[in-house]
């Protein structure tokens, strides 16, 4: 009797936990820092007007660092050789490691820094960036691609971390309660988020790494390769292109979406007092209203694509279905409708974040896929490049919707008592304020979805290329 060759593509019990858990640090880290990390700042920093000015500056400036820095850090990723621990596990553990402590440090603002400008400013910067440099080194979508090479594989193995991610992303819509009671009892967020460091660690090591490129040490990969991959590699530079303008959808939604309930749903207009029971229950239930959307999709979405034939068909279908419910958004809050019930806002939310949830195994079998693209144009390895662009592409568009928020608060004024959560700037301005999220949440997500949709129509791998590279081979053209 023949013994069975094990197909080195096939993943196993172990592959599946490992990839869900070791994201458990990064997961909560990004929660945090999308959706928490402003209105920290401004609202409950105890730093007043301080709070929006330095925020909206530190987001914004720090995309210049990572202009530099996710390029070098994908070039030292790609030169990096294979070792006993492969050659991105490490890269992981770091990236665990300095995401935790900039998160409780950036949480974690000293009570005498109040009236010390400077004093903030060293802090929050050093914490930001030793943050942003955690997160730059977290790249999943290398590991994945080094597990197998069998895109039916792929599609299940980012089922579970999608899940788990969103899952952990209802816990940090509510997370400033357990900061501020943290902060206040400890002067630290290191207690809380120590639990997630232990979790993202046993995960790393449930899984090995199995599939990588022989490095010819005579064509060294180089830091301005990444201009190469820009210039010669189509389904990066589609794929970027993509990420570019529709990847701000769910960062202009999540961003916005506390603000505008908060002041739209919760606030007396006639004296700017916030009904903070209301908040925490509509908070609430806007969370667990995109979770489940969130997890339907991903969950249904293998299916679908296998039914559609291609993750790009797939994905192209979904950048419209997130298109349109964010301009209806926007229509229906100039009409005055939007205002008169919470339950309008969050069944447009709903439709979005259920095409968002479905939208997540296209999209990332995409992206991994301009890895093996290059590979099979070129015969090289520079996953970790290609990386760096989608990587950096996120961060800035998080960056971008928290700074625009950042510029509406400034441009009206907005200070909110930190002890009773009450507006201190002019009420007037509330309802412009409120004009202005939808546009940043609804109108331009909705305009930005529709011409990512055109530039996905020139995206070059079709099936048949698709299944070479699925096979392992290079391009001979």
Not at 224 to 236: Q, Y
Not at 338 to 366: K, N, Q, R
Request: net charge neutral.
């Amino acid at each position: 009797m023949k013994n069975k060759v094990k197909d080195p593509n096939k993943l196993g019990f172990k592959d599946y936990l490992g990839t869900i858990l070791f994201g458990t640090t990064d997961s909560l880290g990004a929660g945090i820092m999308t959706g928490l990390f402003m209105l920290y700042l401004t609202d409950y920093a105890g730093i007043g007007k301080w709070g929006a000015i330095l925020g909206t500056t530190l987001l914004m400036v720090a995309r210049l660092f990572d202009a530099v820095n996710d390029p070098i850090e994908g070039w030292i990723m790609d030169r990096a050789k294979v070792g006993k621990h492969g050659k991105y596990r490490p890269f992981i553990l770091l990236s665990i490691l300095a995401t935790f402590i900039g998160i409780a440090g950036l949480f974690a603002l000293p009570s005498g820094f109040a009236n010390a400008p400077v004093a903030i400013c060293v802090w929050v910067i050093f914490f930001y960036l030793l943050y942003d440099i955690g997160a730059s080194f977290f790249a999943p979508n290398l590991i994945f691609r080094t597990l197998t090479l069998d895109p039916v594989e792929r599609g299940k193995l980012l089922v579970g971390p999608r899940m788990y991610g969103m899952i952990i992303s209802v816990f940090s819509a509510s997370f400033l309660v357990i900061i501020n009671a943290v902060n206040a009892a400890i002067g630290n967020l290191a207690g809380a988020m120590f639990l997630t460091v232990l979790v993202s660690v046993i995960g790393l090591s449930l899984f090995r790494e199995k599939h990588h490129v022989e490095r010819d040490e005579e064509d060294n990969v180089k830091i301005t390769d990444i201009f190469l991959l820009l210039k010669e590699n189509a389904a990066l530079r589609i794929k970027v292109l993509d990420a570019l303008f529709s990847g701000f959808i769910w960062t202009f939604l999540f961003a916005t979406m506390v603000y505008y309930i908060k002041w739209g749903y919760c606030a007396d207009l006639s004296t700017g007092a916030v009904d903070t029971a209301k908040l925490g229950t509509l908070t609430m239930i806007s969370s667990m209203l995109m979770m489940l959307p969130l997890l339907v999709g991903t969950v249904i979405a293998g299916p679908i694509m296998k039914k559609i034939g291609s993750p790009i068909k797939f994905h192209k279908i979904l950048i419209l279905a997130q298109a349109v419910p964010c301009l209806l958004l926007f229509i229906l809050h100039i009409t005055g409708i939007l205002l008169a019930s919470p339950v309008i806002f969050f069944a447009c939310a709903i439709v979005v974040t259920l095409a968002i949830g479905m939208d997540y195994i296209p999209g990332e079998t995409l992206n991994i896929e301009v890895m093996d693209y290059e590979i099979y144009r070129t015969g090289k390895d520079r996953s970790a490049l290609c990386n760096a662009c989608n990587k950096f592409l996120n961060k800035a568009q998080s960056a971008v919707s928290a700074g625009m928020i950042g510029v509406i608060l400034m441009a009206i004024g907005y200070e909110v008592d930190s002890a009773t959560d009450t507006f201190l700037g002019e009420l007037s301005a509330i309802p412009s304020m409120l004009t202005w999220f939808i546009v940043i949440m609804g109108l331009i997500p909705g305009i930005l979805g529709i011409i990512s949709y055109l530039i996905l129509r020139k995206y070059p791998v079709t099936d048949e290329i698709r299944a070479e590279m699925a096979a392992g081979k290079v391009d001979e053209a």
